[in-house]
């Protein structure tokens, strides 16, 4: 079935530095994108969502970046602060016949010290 | 307002025990689905649904049974619960329209097999 790799697992960086969080998936019938992020305790708080071929999208503070003829989709934190601290997840919507799945990354955690 | 509710959010059971968890969607959306959520393994599918009497397989199904009552009410049903089940178990509801493709998650049920 869809494999989604997302790298890194750990991420530190100083406040102000940017953070880049990419995933990569394998099933051609990968159609709706997603990045979520979860902070402690919490459930999961949607981000951004991206379908097009080529898109960037900008967020508050970040950047996704949806390739699919490499199929790969990033996050870019632009200059992170101590509250982006969290777990950040991808998702990738599979749509086979007429079924769908909706399969996730196993997370990156990042903090983000002062 | 979308509105995914779980319940219970909290629930302890001992080894052997019936457990049924409870999910309601007011979306208006045909697809449910149940993930756990453990530490290392990201969230993982157990279930779905794209309607009302159907029931698709997840990738980690074994030792769950789940039920689609209607548009709004997905159950997962634990019958023999085992240690291993201990968990972070989310509901999500989906809906495909293009850009406006929605997936809207619970707030989560922490179930404990003691």
């Known amino acids: 079935g869809e494999q989604v790799e997302q790298r890194p697992p750990h991420l530190s960086v100083r406040e102000g530095d940017s953070a880049v969080i990419i995933c990569t998936y394998t099933d051609p019938n990968s159609y709706y994108f997603f990045w979520y992020k979860q902070e402690p305790g919490a459930g999961l708080q949607l981000l951004m969502k991206v379908f097009s071929s080529t898109e960037i999208n900008e967020g508050q503070g970040f950047t996704v970046l949806l390739n699919k003829k490499d199929k790969q989709l990033s996050l870019n934190l632009t200059a992170a602060h101590p509250g982006d601290s969290a777990v950040y997840f991808c998702?990738?919507?599979?749509?086979?016949?007429?079924?769908?799945?909706?399969?996730f990354g196993l997370g990156t955690t990042l903090q983000v010290q002062p | 307002e979308a509105a995914v509710t779980q319940s219970p959010r909290n629930k302890v059971t001992v080894t052997g025990g019936n457990v049924t968890l409870s999910c309601r969607q007011t979306?208006?959306?045909?697809?449910m689905y149940w993930y756990r959520q453990d530490t290392g393994h990201g969230l993982r599918l157990i279930h779905y649904?794209?309607?009302?009497?159907?029931?698709q397989i997840g990738d980690v199904p074994d030792g769950y049974k789940a039920t689609r009552t209607t548009q709004e009410d997905f159950f997962l049903l634990l019958e023999l619960a085992s240690p291993s089940q201990t968990s972070l178990y989310f509901c999500?509801?989906?809906?495909?329209?293009?850009?406006?493709?929605?997936?809207?998650f619970g707030k989560g049920t922490r179930l404990t097999v003691v």
């Open positions: 998702a990738v919507r599979v749509i086979t016949g007429n079924t769908g799945k909706l399969i």
């Open positions: 999500a509801s989906s809906v495909d329209r293009g850009r406006n493709t929605e997936v809207f």
């Open positions: 649904s794209y309607g009302a009497g159907n029931l």
């Open positions: 979306n208006s959306h045909n697809y």
